[in-house]
T-cell receptor, first 111, second 114 residues
Framework: GDSVTQMEGPVTLSEEAFLTINCTYTATGYPSLFWYVQYPGEGLQLLLKATKADDKGSNKGFEATYRKETTSFHLEKGSVQVSDSAVYFCALIPTGNQFYFGTGTSLTVIP | DADVTQTPRNRITKTGKRIMLECSQTKGHDRMYWYRQDPGLGLRLIYYSFDVKDINKGEISDGYSVSRQAQAKFSLSLESAIPNQTALYFC?????????????FGPGTRLTVL
């Protein structure tokens, strides 16, 4: 069935370090892929998305590229800030129905 | 004002009590969802509704029921709460199932069952 597997956390980085959070998926057809972010005490909000192979989603310095050949959508940021501390969720929507979320990766950035 | 609101934001109750969590949205979306979030398990879908007359079970519907009172309102009920239903509950909405249609989340309800 359809599913998302993402890198387990927690991840702790120093400010200005490079971030990668891995996400791979299993799905039939051509799913759309998403990264959501959850700041402490808040609901999830969309960070970026990609709807077809080779698309790159980007927002707030974060990027992820839809790689169909490796079924991956890894999240990257070149220089993290303390304000990026949050939980990050990879998600997919296979054919226009329900979303499938990964288990979340907690990121803490220390000054 | 927030587009997706949930009430209450926090609730502590006892085993066996009936609990209702409410969700309202002003986005005009047809699709609404209820999820629960548990540490290490991510978000799991409880129920979803694609319009007022449509209700579908999700991955973990046992012990829960829902009511879609109007396009803008979707309530989740626990008929007889048990401690393992202690979790963070989120309501979400989306406009359609077309490619790239994101879900919009409410702020969550933290439920504790003693």
């Amino acid at each position: 069935g359809d599913s998302v597997t993402q890198m387990e956390g927690p991840v702790t980085l120093s400010e200005e370090a490079f971030l990668t959070i891995n996400c791979t998926y299993t799905a039939t057809g051509y799913p759309s892929l998403f990264w959501y972010v959850q700041y402490p005490g808040e609901g999830l909000q969309l960070l970026l998305k990609a709807t077809k192979a080779d698309d790159k989603g980007s927002n707030k310095g974060f990027e992820a590229t839809y790689r169909k050949e490796t079924t991956s959508f890894h999240l990257e940021k070149g220089s993290v800030q303390v304000s990026d501390s949050a939980v990050y969720f990879c998600a997919l929507i296979p054919t226009g129905n329900q979303f499938y979320f990964g288990t979340g990766t907690s990121l803490t950035v220390i000054p | 004002d927030a587009d997706v609101t949930q009430t209450p934001r926090n609730r502590i109750t006892k085993t066996g009590k009936r609990i209702m969590l409410e969700c309202s949205q002003t986005k005009g979306h047809d699709r609404m969802y209820w999820y629960r979030q548990d540490p290490g398990l991510g978000l799991r879908l409880i129920y979803y509704s694609f319009d007022v007359k449509d209700i579908n079970k999700g991955e973990i519907s046992d012990g829960y029921s829902v009511s879609r009172q109007a396009q803008a309102k979707f309530s989740l009920s626990l008929e007889s709460a048990i401690p393992n239903q202690t979790a963070l509950y989120f309501c979400a909405t989306s406009d359609s199932g077309l490619a790239g249609a994101e879900q919009f989340f409410g702020p969550g309800t933290r439920l504790t069952v003693l």
